[in-house]
């Protein structure tokens, strides 16, 4: 049996003649945190809306701890939702618009009063119940939606990009004590974003959606180590792209190049070289006694604070490199790129 | 070959698209509350907007239509009514381009005040300005024979003209400005930047985008003109026209058909000029509305303009500022023209007709709780996606289009053989459903404000249908039904149009009992029981401007 504390099978939804997901399915253990993550359009909010009710399946069927509520009504299905913009109802207070779930629940107004002020304190908005939403900035806006989602005790927590409207500095911050949050409470979470730095930062487990499918599933490291496509692998960060041809067993052949690989691809079978921009070594002399080195030259150079990031014409291509913040000045003119072999990942075309 | 293979190929697409369709009509109609309402509001409005005007189109026959041609007096009128259409139309929008424009250029010394005067003609009763120029500029008025010594006669078509300019010019601001203001001062900055003079920036830039508005403000303006009862029936003469045609007919001739004639001969331009505003003008405007207000200030006006502006505006505001100086010095002087004395004499006259000023509250009161309901439940009900919604926003904006005269013939037609005939229930649904466009289209905007996730919020921790509209909606939408309630009770306390048709014997209401002093001359006593509604208008203005901001405690945030 599936022991899968929410379980999407088989979904598909189509609006007009777009199909917006295209027979998905997702089982999300309890307790973690998995993170919808593809372009706008890709399908990850209606996936989203149509495990909180808001969105009938045309096929397949939703499972919350193996019991099918595909029909169960929204508001009757225990799946709280923050939304992209809180929609906050403007005319409660704090307090009221935190409550408003468990008064629909018909918990005892002592109680309700408690378990506000509990979760308000838990978000860090203690004492704030009187104020209205819009007296409030973004970032607090923000918490009193989560608040008022979690206070409800939800079988899962719904997240659909919550911190689209928060500025750079304040996203950072929020995305990491929504994850604390999220362990502490050991709350089972489906999260949904176009942001691969904020997936990754976050998730237990990332879905990279595109079309309308989910293309691969897997851990942060997985997924941005070794993506099953392309799509995958320029989604989520930033890669160099080399298509070449396996000549011999760990050996693969391109334009003006030949590189040491990896081995498990089949010689003659055409490949595509992923290669992140860290991955790649930069030396001012050509360094002995390693395979894989190429004779560049640098184009363009960018200062990033914490890295450099290089522009470096090698082998008849473009290259991006990104070194760990150097002290002194940066490269230029003729430069060595180091390619180390267990860094390369190849993609086998079908 | 290719024929087929495209038509099968397009049916492939509609399918899915018919079968969502009809997944999503059952899925909404499978609550019964919605659909009782829904049914229940769609049989109220057909009802009351389109079966009066049914009976109206078809009580006169085909042979009474096709006479039409051959009655010289309605050919008259109806050329009369075209000519005063064109006439008004273009000053009252060339008036109103011209305070739209100064209003809303930040440089523009008095900007404020004069929108605040050029505000006014909208509250007066729609034959108050008629009735002050007769004051000020007839045969007995106190600019030109008291003042200049002219023997003026403004009764007849230019003094319409200068009436309906001055009536009516306001409408033509507010949409106009509207549009000014909306248009963003950054792309004025872009085409300075880019070199441009004042003048090129204000010829190609603001008043380029502000085009469709003010195409908008003509058509809105055409119809109130072609409509106007008010003004015409005291102050045109023996000008005919189309508007007053009907009710001399129906008054002096007790001739109901010839009052459906006339009223159905007006239908046609209204209707026309509604259908052009709402289906092609308004969609062709450029400026967006962000909602969100720019911090960057327009570029600076060139003075010869920004002077030109000011001299027109304070000219125009003074003839604004004297009819409500005329009307509320009528209601003192003992004998206009002749007797300038200061007396109270009209007040204890007026007073004997209090009685009628509180019989148009009450009327006034249950029309405006009528059309803020509806208005309400219309605006939720088509802000759903339900099956003829289309239909439903079209009878509620399609009162717009009617004049007055003619949903006053229609309501007789259509209601006074019926029990309820010559009740004030009647002559309040009439006011009530024409007034209704107004009072929907607030409601429906600030739906629109409402974004949907907020309802998805309430669903989503629980809220069943109606605890959504119970907790979410209503409380949101205090503010447009407390709006809508206003106008709807300031217009049918001072409409005439409607009431003279509507009004049973023995019934009496204010603006009926002032029509007909000024048409027996009693002045004074006609400008204080006016004082008296103009009063009664800005204290219900005053009342609604504290309730809304009391209730509404916040601004549409969310």
Redesign the interface.
């Known amino acids: 049996m599936n022991r899968a504390h929410v379980s999407v099978q088989d979904i598909t939804k189509r609006f007009g003649p777009t199909v917006a997901v295209d027979g998905v399915s997702l089982d999300v253990e309890e307790g973690s945190f998995t993170t919808l993550l593809g372009p706008s359009g890709c399908g990850k909010t209606t996936l989203l809306r149509m495990v909180a009710g808001f969105h009938h399946p045309d096929q397949g069927d939703i499972f919350l701890r193996g019991i099918r509520v595909t029909d169960i009504p929204a508001h009757r299905r225990n799946t709280a939702m923050v939304f992209q913009e809180y929609a906050l109802f403007p005319h409660m207070t704090v307090g009221e618009n935190v409550g408003y779930g468990l008064r629909l629940r018909r918990v005892s107004a002592d109680e309700a009063t408690r378990r506000v002020e509990q979760v308000l304190e838990l978000v860090g908005l203690a004492g704030q119940q009187r104020k209205f939403p819009h007296q409030l900035s973004g970032g607090q806006q923000q918490r009193v939606a989560l608040a008022r989602a979690l206070v409800v005790e939800p079988e899962v927590l719904l997240l659909d990009e919550p911190l689209s409207n928060l500025d750079a500095k304040l996203r950072v911050r929020v995305r990491s004590e929504i994850r604390q949050l999220q362990q502490q409470l050991g709350k089972t979470t489906l999260y949904v974003t176009h942001d691969q730095e904020e997936a990754l930062a976050i998730s237990d487990r990332i879905a990279v959606m595109n079309r309308g499918r989910i293309l691969q599933l897997g851990t942060p490291l997985q997924i941005y180590h070794h993506p099953v496509d392309r799509f995958v692998a320029d989604f989520v960060g930033l890669a160099n792209f080399l298509e070449g041809e396996v000549s011999a067993p760990g050996q693969v052949r391109m334009e003006g190049v030949s590189l040491t690989v990896p081995d498990g691809a089949l010689p003659g079978r055409r490949v595509t070289v992923v290669l992140r921009p860290e991955a790649i070594r930069l030396h001012a002399r050509p360094p002995e006694e390693v395979a894989n080195v190429l004779r560049g030259y640098v184009t363009a150079a960018s200062f990033l604070g914490t890295l450099a990031r290089y522009w470096v014409d090698a082998a008849g291509r473009h290259w991006i490199v990104d070194v760990p913040s150097p002290g002194e000045g940066l490269l230029s003119g003729e430069v060595y790129l180091e390619i180390p072999r267990d860094r390369i990942h190849l993609l086998t075309e079908t | 070959m290719a024929r087929p293979l495209l038509e099968s190929g397009h049916r492939v697409?509609v399918m899915?698209?018919a079968v969502?369709r009809w997944?999503e009509i059952r899925?909404q109609t499978a609550d019964p509350g919605l659909l009782l309402t829904f049914l229940g509001t769609a049989a109220a409005l057909g009802l009351f907007v389109l079966y009066p005007a049914f009976r109206v189109l078809v009580y006169p026959s085909l042979r009474d239509y096709l006479a039409i041609p051959e009655s010289l007096r309605w050919i008259q009128a109806a050329r009369n009514s075209l000519m005063m259409m064109v006439l008004s139309t273009i000053s009252a929008t060339v008036v109103g381009l011209v305070f739209a424009f100064a209003t809303t250029r930040p440089d523009l010394p008095g900007r404020r005040m004069f929108r605040g005067l050029a505000m006014l003609p909208l509250f007066a009763p729609p034959f108050m300005v008629a009735f002050a120029y007769i004051l000020m500029f007839g045969r007995q008025g106190l600019i030109t024979r008291s003042l200049l010594g002219l023997q003026a006669n403004i009764f007849g078509w230019h003094g319409l003209w200068l009436v309906q300019t001055i009536a009516f010019f306001p409408l033509a601001m507010l949409i106009i400005a509207g549009v000014l203001d909306a248009v963003n001062p950054s792309l004025e900055h872009a085409a300075r930047n880019l070199g441009a003079d004042e003048w090129t920036v204000l010829r190609s830039i603001s008043l380029a985008l502000a085009r469709p508005g003010i195409a908008g403000a003509m058509l809105v303006v055409a119809i109130s003109v072609l409509a106007d009862f008010g003004n015409a029936v005291i102050i045109a003469g023996g000008f005919p026209l189309l508007a007053t045609e009907a009710w001399f007919r129906m008054e002096g001739m007790g001739d109901l058909k010839g009052a459906a004639l006339v009223v159905a001969m007006l239908l046609i331009p209204t209707v026309a000029l509604f259908l052009l505003e709402r289906f092609w003008v308004s969609r062709r405007v450029y400026t967006v509305v962000t909602g969100r207000g720019s911090r960057i200030e327009r570029p600076s006006t060139p003075p010869v303009l920004k002077w030109g502006a000011v001299a027109i505006c304070s000219l125009v505001s003074l003839l604004v500022l004297l009819v409500y100086l005329g009307v509320v010095a009528g209601a003192f002087t003992t004998v206009w023209g002749r007797d300038w004395s200061l007396t109270l004499e009209h007040w204890r006259l007026a007073a004997d007709r209090i009685a009628s000023l509180w019989s148009s509250v009450k009327i006034g009161a249950l029309a405006g709780v009528i059309t803020g309901t509806v208005s309400v439940v219309v605006a939720f009900l088509t802000s759903r996606h339900l099956p003829f919604r289309g239909v439903l926003d079209f009878l509620a904006v399609l009162p717009g289009a009617l004049p007055g005269v003619f949903v006053g013939v229609g309501y007789v037609l259509a209601f006074n053989a019926t029990p309820i005939g010559g009740t004030v229930w009647v002559l309040a649904a009439a006011l009530a459903f024409w007034h209704l466009p107004m009072g929907y289209q607030a409601a429906s905007a600030r739906l629109k404000q409402i974004?949907r996730?907020?309802e998805?919020?309430?669903?989503?921790?629980?809220?069943?249908g109606l605890?959504v509209l119970r907790?979410?909606y209503l409380?949101?939408l205090v503010r447009a039904l407390v709006e809508a309630f206003a106008v709807s009770f300031i217009r049918a306390v001072t409409n005439v149009s409607i009431v003279i048709f509507l009004i049973a014997p023995g019934q009496v209401v204010a603006t009926f009992v002032i029509l007909n002093m000024i048409q027996n001359n009693i002045w004074g006593a006609a400008a204080a029981l006016t004082t008296m509604l103009l009063l009664l208008t800005f204290a219900s203005i005053g009342v609604t401007w504290i309730a809304v901001g009391r209730t509404?405690?916040?601004?549409?945030?969310?």
């Open positions: 697409v899915p698209m969502a997944g899925r974004e996730s907020i998805e919020a309430a669903v989503n921790l629980g809220a069943t605890q907790d979410v409380p949101l509404v405690r916040s601004p549409g945030v969310g």
